[in-house]
């Protein structure tokens, strides 16, 4: 028998439970100061991405920007988007989309210059935002949406809500390398709140929407996000043992602190070397032609 996991009654129910308290939902294994690491090293990652898009619309003599955060949550990345092409001269039109109307009203509070729409990517039409963005990002949140039906349909929408040479930006746990548990599911009684995909299956979604990937960057290593691949098992499973030692270290708040640039300097140099083993940001730009090769900024 086919088992469905709702995925909408888990994130309504989290945002109704914290009722704004929540900054981002980051990982569920960490403290507080843990994941305050975690954050800062994905958003040094994004803002890497981001960069690279500005550049590209300063050489077309962009000055205006319209960007959807797709899947926003209380709008930690919103607002973090918003904040770097406002300081950049940019005037930015910004939207949140997310199926939590409790989010939503947190961001009505915290971010009023940003569009909020309550939308659920599950069953959103594919061309209801057709072509309306410069620039679309989703972070943390496709690999939520488990079944293939649902993730197929989310891809859709921000694939078609790209305009033309604007840029698409996720960051989620996707696969590059040859090992990974994570690799192997049963899908019709999997009940878990994430799936890790493949960065060759996403490429080829996207390139069905005109949008060529031109960027891959590890967005945190596994020291501070877990370890989802490897290059072989032996691998994994070390990386594992790392993961869960530290996570019963990471109880001791007052070590954590005490040590958190040893962890910034160690996090950073796994990212640099290729042996991040964690989720990724992966950047795609929507081009006039569609040749099978990937764009470039």
Known sequence: MSVSYDNRSYWTN????????????GHPFLSES???????????TVL????????????????????????????????????????????????????????LDVIRDRLPYVNPISADLRTIAPDASERSYDIVFSCYCLHHLTRANDFLNAMQFVGR?????????????VLTMPYSREDILDFQSFRGNGISRHLYFVDDILAGFGL??????????F??????????????????????L??????????????????????LFLKRHG???????????????????????
């Open 275 to 297: 042996l991040a083993f964690s989720s990724s940001v992966c950047v795609y730009q929507k081009i006039d032609h569609v040749d099978g090769s990937p764009a470039s900024i």
């Open 14 to 25: 989290l945002h109704e439970k914290f009722k704004g308290e929540l900054k981002a939902v």
């Open 223 to 244: 020291l501070l996000n877990e370890n989802i691949e490897a290059p072989d098992k032996l691998s994994y499973y070390a990386m594992t043992v790392i993961w869960k």
């Open 161 to 173: 809500s790209v305009n033309q040479g604007g840029f698409l930006l996720i960051m989620d746990p």
């Open 34 to 44: 843990m994941n305050q690491l975690k954050y800062e090293s994905e958003a040094e």
């Open 212 to 221: 060529r990937r031109c960027l891959v960057l590890p967005a945190v290593s």
């Open 48 to 103: 890497v991405g981001l960069k690279k898009m500005i550049d590209s619309f300063r050489h077309v003599d962009r000055t205006e920007m319209s960007v959807l955060d797709v899947g926003a949550g209380y709008g930690y990345w919103t607002g973090l988007v918003y904040d770097l092409f406002s300081k950049n001269g940019f005037k930015v039109n910004a939207s949140a989309l997310d199926v939590s109307t409790n989010a």
């Open 246 to 267: 530290l996570c019963r270290l990471d109880r001791i708040e007052h070590l954590v602190e005490k040590t958190a640039g040893i962890f910034k300097s160690t996090d």
